[in-house]
């Protein structure tokens, strides 16, 4: 009996004659990206999800995000050539202080490619979410980034709400970050500086390092009691969901 997680199809590019690709959500808390070589499904199939999922090898196991299938020379079938975690590019100007992961969006309707109505906790208000779906779209989500940071605050395009990232990308710290927040902020501390506004949304957490932002309160201090006063406040904050933040797309105000 085969072993297949739960497959959501997302996006797709498909093409018959040449490489087809998609973005996968696997069992309902990771993303994968699938390129499938020409010749192996028909595109009735590829684009359906429950024939998809039917039809695909069993999927690999491992920390992997970057599969590709492809025909077996030894008896024709379809089997996984590649599995590997794949640092995939993302927006590079990122200006804004919020940061929303994928995962925490409840995706709604699909309002043109690439483009949905969204909620999640960080706003009381339903947002559209515009983002990259592969790699090749990203300078396009690029140049339109920047263009909101030149009109934030004119009343000349909607509100720009954030980042959005994915997997490999950022995402906000919780309690069980604790120790890896604890050696970001001791780092800040022996610089004497205090951040003044922790926070589990000022703290960003990637697979490679844990990161501090919003460092608009942040001041030079020597007395060595309020840093620990910061250092020892941070399991509470970490704890604390009710806080308010505040990449990849860019949540924006329905019209």
């Keep these: 009996m085969r072993d297949q997680p ?68 030894t008896d024709g079938k379809p089997y996984f050539a590649r599995a590997e975690r794949t640092q995939f590019p993302g927006v590079r100007h990122q200006w804004h202080k919020t940061y929303v992961d994928y995962l925490d969006l409840a995706v709604g309707d699909k309002l043109r490619t690439g483009i949905y109505e969204v909620k999640c906790p960080q706003f009381d208000t339903a947002v559209i979410a515009k983002f990259a779906r592969f790699e090749w ?58 951040h003044g506004d922790l926070n589990r949304f000022n703290f960003l957490v990637r697979p490679s390092n844990t990161t501090l932002i919003d460092f608009d309160t942040a001041q030079k201090c020597e007395d060595q009691v309020a840093l620990q006063e910061e250092f020892e406040s941070l399991p509470r904050a970490l704890g604390d969901t009710s806080i308010r933040g505040g990449g990849g797309g860019l949540p924006t105000e329905p019209n």
């Design 6 to 73: 739960k497959i959501e199809l997302l996006q797709a590019e498909v093409d018959e004659d040449d490489q087809s690709f998609f973005r996968l959500l696997v069992d309902g808390k990771s993303i994968k990206y699938l390129t499938i070589d020409p010749g192996l499904y028909t595109t009735e199939d590829m684009c359906f999800d429950p024939s998809l999922t039917s039809l695909l090898p069993d999927f690999p196991h491992g920390d992997w995000n970057d599969g590709l299938v492809a025909k077996s020379t």
């Design 137 to 194: 779209e990203i300078q396009y989500l690029e140049n339109e980034t920047i263009a909101y940071q030149w009109i934030e605050g004119h009343q000349i395009g909607p509100r720009f709400f954030g980042h959005l990232t994915e997997d490999g990308n950022a995402r906000h710290a919780g309690p069980s970050d604790l120790v890896a927040c604890q050696q970001t902020l001791r780092r800040l501390h022996q610089l004497g500086i205090r």
